[in-house]
């Protein structure tokens, strides 16, 4: 059964930093990986989306890397504003429905 | 941009009653998802269809059902309420399950069983 674990559970940076958010999970054999934002009470939104035989994926100042033999994905965001602010989740597709989320790390981005 | 719509964002209801949530999306998506979100535990996947009138379970399906009459629509059922289905319920959607194919979701709803 894939499992996968997002440490820390809650980060906190001074605006500015460029930072890593990380996402490990057991099971190699992915279809796609994706990362989420998510703000307090609302529903997720998609970031970025990783296919399993890509290595990496930009979008503005975010950086999503993927890594399939080492089971880990790192999510970097340059500069990072309070905007910014949120729970950050992935997720891992091992084909058709079969998609497992993590619990997040908590970002929260002191100006 | 999909859209994904649900009717509600907050609802109180009581125990024993039986309660409909309703998830609409706007981009013809063949797959349809409802998951509940609660603390610690994360995203877990209670049912999801690929097509009008399938439906699968997931991995938390006990003490729900589902509709999906239309493509657009589906409905997650809650038979008769307990207190441990309060959660935040996503519905989500995605086009046909390829590997380049984003989930989309809904804002949530917030359900709390009294």
């Known amino acids: 059964k894939q499992e996968v674990t997002q440490i820390p559970a809650a980060l906190s940076v001074p605006e500015g930093e460029n930072l890593v958010l990380n996402c490990s999970f057991t099971?190699?054999?992915?279809?796609?990986l994706q990362w989420f934002r998510q703000d307090p009470g609302k529903g997720l939104t998609s970031l970025l989306l990783i296919q399993s035989s890509q290595r990496e994926q930009t979008s503005g100042r975010l950086n999503a890397s993927l890594d399939k033999s080492s089971g880990r994905s790192t999510l970097y965001i340059a500069a990072s504003q309070p905007g910014d602010s949120a729970t950050y989740l992935c997720a891992v597709s091992g084909g058709y429905q079969k998609v497992t989320f993590g619990t997040g790390t908590k970002l929260q981005v002191i100006p | 941009d999909v859209k994904v719509t649900q009717s509600s964002r907050y609802l109180v209801k009581r125990t024993g009653e039986k309660v409909f949530l309703e998830c609409v999306q706007d981009m013809d998506h063949e797959n349809m998802f409802w998951y509940r979100q609660d603390p610690g535990l994360g995203l877990r996947l209670i049912y999801f269809?690929?097509?009008?009138?399938?439906?699968e379970k997931g991995d938390i399906p006990e003490g729900y059902s589902v509709s999906r009459e239309k493509k657009e629509r589906f409905s997650l059922i809650l038979e008769s309420a307990s207190t441990n289905q309060t959660s935040m319920y996503l519905c989500?959607?995605?086009?046909?399950?390829?590997?380049?194919?984003?989930?989309?979701f809904g804002s949530g709803t917030q359900l709390s069983v009294l």
């Open positions: 099971d190699s054999a992915i279809y796609n």
């Open positions: 269809s690929y097509d009008v009138k399938m439906k």
């Open positions: 989500a959607s995605s086009l046909q399950g390829g590997s380049n194919e984003k989930l989309f």
